[in-house]
């Protein structure tokens, strides 16, 4: 499969704790993004790293990616009870592939 | 609006009965996606339109369903003879031509078949 596996599956932090959510995959990709999705909503776009970046940066949002040992890390600062949401990574793969393919996600609880 | 919309948002139907969903994506975008979501678990594609012009399915298509994207701008989907593993949400995304760029979901629409 080339779907992604987010880890931890779930994660409960305090607010005002920084979070950090990793992301392992398969196969070569275009690019890696990660998705925020609120319970029982459609999934919202975070942040998309290229295959050729190491590190990105988004407000509160810092996403690391490594090529070498497919994998790629999340970290939310300063995280407030908004953040409570599932994420998961999506890889664009180099395949010919036209669509993402998902990760298990990790739900991350931010209590207040 | 400037997002995607689905309709409807839940629905619920008998075993055996046929359902169609409904997709709006962002008009500017040409290329719309059809994904399945199962409780606990990640989104899984379904199907995808580059204008209207399906060009990828996934093997979870089986042939009760069917969608279609006419003149390239809304898409429906349909499942026919639907069965309780159909019950999911199905979620609708769309994004301009291009390798680098991030998708748009919709809210999505529950079916729960009973």
């Known amino acids: 499969s080339q779907q992604g596996e987010e880890d931890p599956q779930a994660l409960s932090i305090q607010e005002g704790e920084n979070a950090t959510m990793n992301c392992s995959y398969k196969?070569?990709?275009?690019?890696l993004q990660w998705y925020r999705q609120n319970s029982g909503r459609g999934l919202v776009h975070l942040i998309l790293?290229?295959?050729?970046?190491r590190e990105k940066h988004s407000g509160r949002l810092r996403v690391t990616l490594d090529t070498s040992k497919k994998s790629s890390s999340l970290l939310i600062t300063a995280s407030r009870a908004a953040d409570t949401a599932s994420y998961f990574c999506?890889?664009?793969?180099?395949?010919?592939?036209?669509?993402?393919?998902f990760g298990t996600g990790t739900r991350l609880t931010v209590i207040p | 609006d400037t997002g995607v919309s689905q309709d409807p948002r839940h629905k619920i139907t008998k075993r055996g009965q046929n359902v169609t969903f409904r997709c709006d994506p962002i008009s500017e975008h040409n290329r719309l996606y059809w994904y399945r979501q199962t409780l606990g678990q990640g989104p899984e594609f379904l199907t995808y339109f580059q204008n209207e012009a399906q060009l990828e399915k996934s093997r979870l298509l089986s042939d009760r369903f069917s969608a279609e994207r006419p003149k390239g701008s809304f898409s429906t989907l349909e499942i026919q003879r639907t069965e309780q593993g159909d019950s999911a949400m199905y979620l609708c995304a769309s994004r301009p031509t291009g390798t680098d760029y991030g998708y748009t979901f919709g809210s999505g629409t529950r079916l729960t078949v009973v």
């Open positions: 790293i290229r295959s050729n970046e």
């Open positions: 999506a890889t664009g793969t180099q395949t010919g592939a036209n669509n993402l393919f």
């Open positions: 196969t070569s990709i275009n690019n």
